[in-house]
Structure formats: structure tokens, C-alpha cells
């Protein structure tokens, strides 16, 4: 029987492509250090049992993880507790600014709370992702800028996520990564 002793598991379900570049990072990170590491969608997600470790994330839509990863997180909540995981999110939230903005941005969605009291991860991050105001509606675009939103576009703190993957490593026992040239 093969050992998983460095394998890791980054999961991941994304709309627009933001938290499959975070999970991507994640996993060419984690690489990095020596671990084996399967990227893949959660559509296609392998057999839990083979992974020491499991990096999971969602993007957020309606305040709530996407369809297909609240329906992963039900069906392999036994799996999922017989090993380490840690959860991500990927929404508007942490890129708000301002007093309210900065408040509102740290409340985690009762829903996605839930999913995560579930699964009882060792961490759970939300990362800022990529925000286009093409195609969104005036009330949206108003209620954004309210909260302290305003800018557009790469919305990613690819230094956070970098210090999140670190985290993740030394609770594993993962060396330093090989290479220090892992860009977003």
C-alpha cells in the first residue's frame, strides 16, 4: 500500500476562474516543498482516502459556497473528518474597505459557516478574487462602492494567500519550497 504521507488533495469549485488560480497557487506551492500534490476541480475531485491532506475552496455566490461544493462538502463529510483539511472561500467580501466595508467583509455567511462547522477544518481564509463591473447591475455596483468596494479587477492579496499556503506547510512538516520564484 502506498504511503500518503506528502500527499495533498487542493480541491477546488470556481464560476469565474478566481479560486481555481488560488488553488492552483496553493498547489505549486505546496509542490514546491516536496509534497505530492493533485489539483482538480470538485467535479472530478479523486478518492479521499489516498490524501494525507485536503486544501477545499469555493467561490461565493449569494452568500454561499457554489452548488457543487456544498454538495461535495455533504457527501464526504466522513472522509473529510478522518484527515486535515482547510477551507477557503473566494468573494467581494475581504476586498471591502472602510469602516463598514472592512466590518461587513469579515462576517462569514451563515451558510457558508455552517458548511464550515461541518467539516471542521484546521483553518478557513476568505480571499478577495477577481471583480469585473462589466455585466453588473447599477444596485450592485451602488451597494459595492457603499460597503467601501470601488476598485475593480485583480482583487487578490496574493501575499495573504502566500502566508496561508506557508501556514499550511508548516503544519504539515513541508520544507521550505525549493523554488522561491512561485508567481500569481
Not at 464560476?15 to 492552483?24: C, F, L, N, P, V
Request: aromatic share 8%.
Amino acid at each position: 500500500m502506498e504511503s500518503n504521507t506528502s500527499r495533498i488533495a487542493v480541491i477546488y469549485a470556481t464560476a469565474q476562474g478566481s479560486t481555481r488560480d488560488i488553488a492552483e497557487f496553493i498547489a505549486t506551492d505546496l509542490g514546491s516543498r516536496g509534497a505530492e500534490v493533485e489539483l482538480t476541480d470538485v467535479e472530478h475531485a479523486p478518492d479521499l482516502s489516498r490524501f494525507r491532506a485536503i486544501v477545499f475552496g469555493s467561490a461565493v455566490h449569494d452568500m454561499d459556497f457554489l452548488p457543487a461544493a456544498t454538495t461535495f462538502l455533504h457527501t464526504h463529510r466522513e472522509a473529510l473528518h478522518n484527515t486535515d483539511v482547510w477551507m477557503f472561500s473566494v468573494g467581494l467580501g475581504p476586498a471591502l474597505r472602510g469602516p463598514i466595508g472592512r466590518r461587513v467583509g469579515r462576517i462569514v455567511p451563515r451558510k457558508i459557516a455552517a458548511l464550515v462547522a461541518s467539516v471542521a477544518p484546521c483553518d478557513y481564509r476568505a480571499f478577495a478574487g477577481h471583480y469585473e463591473r462589466a455585466g453588473i447591475s447599477l444596485k450592485a455596483r451602488t451597494m459595492y462602492r457603499l460597503l467601501g468596494g470601488g476598485r475593480y479587477g485583480d482583487l487578490r492579496d496574493w501575499g495573504a494567500i502566500r502566508t496561508w499556503s506557508s501556514m499550511i506547510a508548516q503544519a504539515l512538516g513541508l520544507p521550505q519550497p525549493q523554488s522561491t520564484t512561485i508567481a500569481p
